[in-house]
């Protein structure tokens, strides 16, 4: 796996925070790098930072004033992973994308693969900029929409487009517009469930609906009278411990998420007399052998990249995390093969059900 990277003459070395197998992937993507070559002599001082996933901008950037635009607990603990290994301070300001940021000058936006996190992004940035702001995202060529486009003209005046190099390309924003066609109320999906409705932020997953995978776990999911204590891992909107609260209301539900804005996502949905919410990717402050019951549906998959590793992680913890005799019960895809992993793990596992795309595992220690 390369490592090493050489940006304006320096040398760093970046990993990738969770670790992977996969010897092709790395921390840094050709399209962060044109970013860097595009603002090398740029003069502004104060920069802003969105989707720097592992830190190569916070690292080739720190004598800069950075604040950094967080989305993953993950990314931070990359962030300040690599930083600290480059022997550089590890105090990096963040802002969540729900902040209100000050006097933009400069941003660098790596595009995500959610169109609606790349507005909830401009629209952050629209609303703390002036006239002389300038936005420089940076896109693999391959995953380009004229999506992106069309968002960006919503926010502003100047949208241009660089020449490709490496199959990595720009889009450079100036001249925000003053009036634009929405509010903060476009800011959150509202989703029609059963009888009721549930909120989520732009850029949480399944925008608009309830994904189907998530619907066949609802569908088959009956929460039993003794399982009071209950942990809702990649949770996403909340929407599986709203349904557990409307089937046991004793119930506690201990929602946890990589991704800050679920987790401000579930807070709009879930009591909070009745839900506790930590954003973290490895269940960090998740009490051991506490759990009567633990659902979930694991990502397999992060923007473009697919691989089980970070499920597999989880599902360790999960372990630990659940009582004698408790229950796990998961939604997966039919092809994953995750049988033989969680087989490893409980004492027993069985099939719940399955369709033609989906199948639900129940694990008890």
């Known amino acids: 796996m390369e490592k090493e990277i050489v940006i304006n003459g320096k040398e760093y070395i970046l990993n990738r925070y969770p670790e992977t197998q996969d010897k092709a992937l790395r921390a840094w993507s050709n399209a962060e790098v044109l970013v860097l070559n595009f603002i090398q002599d740029n003069p502004k001082k104060k920069i802003h930072l969105f989707n720097d996933r592992f830190g190569v901008w916070n690292c080739a950037l720190h004598e800069k004033q950075v604040e950094t635009i967080w989305t993953y607990a993950s990314q931070k603990k990359a962030i300040e992973s690599n930083l600290t290994s480059n022997n550089l301070s590890s105090e990096a300001v963040y802002k969540s994308p729900l902040d209100k940021l000050d006097n933009v000058e400069l941003a660098l936006v790596k595009i995500p693969k959610s169109i609606e996190l790349f507005e909830l992004f401009l629209y952050q940035i629209q609303q703390g900029s002036n006239e002389q702001t300038e936005i420089v995202c940076g896109f693999m060529t391959k995953y380009f929409s004229p999506a992106y486009l069309k968002t960006a003209q919503k926010y502003f005046t100047v949208v241009e487009q660089s020449k490709a190099w490496k199959k990595a390309r720009l889009l450079i924003l100036k001249e925000p517009k003053k009036e634009i066609p929405v509010s903060t109320k476009d800011l959150v999906n509202t989703i029609k469930w059963n009888e009721g409705t549930l909120k989520q932020y732009l850029g949480v997953f399944s ?159």
């Open 207 to 365: 925008s608009d609906r309830i994904d189907i995978g998530t619907q066949f776990l609802l569908e088959n999911l009956v929460v039993e009278d003794n399982e009071i204590q209950v942990l809702d891992v990649a949770s996403g909107n909340g929407i599986l411990s709203y349904e557990v609260l409307q089937q046991n209301e004793k119930a506690y539900v201990t929602l946890v998420d990589d991704f800050n804005l679920a987790i401000e996502s579930s807070k709009l949905n879930l009591p909070a007399e009745q839900a506790r919410f930590i954003c973290t990717d490895c269940m960090e402050g998740v009490e051991d052998d506490f759990f009567d019951l633990i659902v979930s549906n694991p990502p397999f998959h992060f923007e473009h990249e697919n691989n089980i590793e970070v499920s597999l992680r989880l599902f360790q913890r999960i372990k630990d995390c659940l009582k004698h005799n408790g229950r796990f019960v998961m939604v997966a895809n039919l092809h994953l093969n995750y049988i033989t992993h969680l087989e490893k793990l409980f004492r027993k596992v069985s099939v719940i059900n399955r369709n033609s795309k989906f199948i639900i595992y129940e694990c008890r220690l």
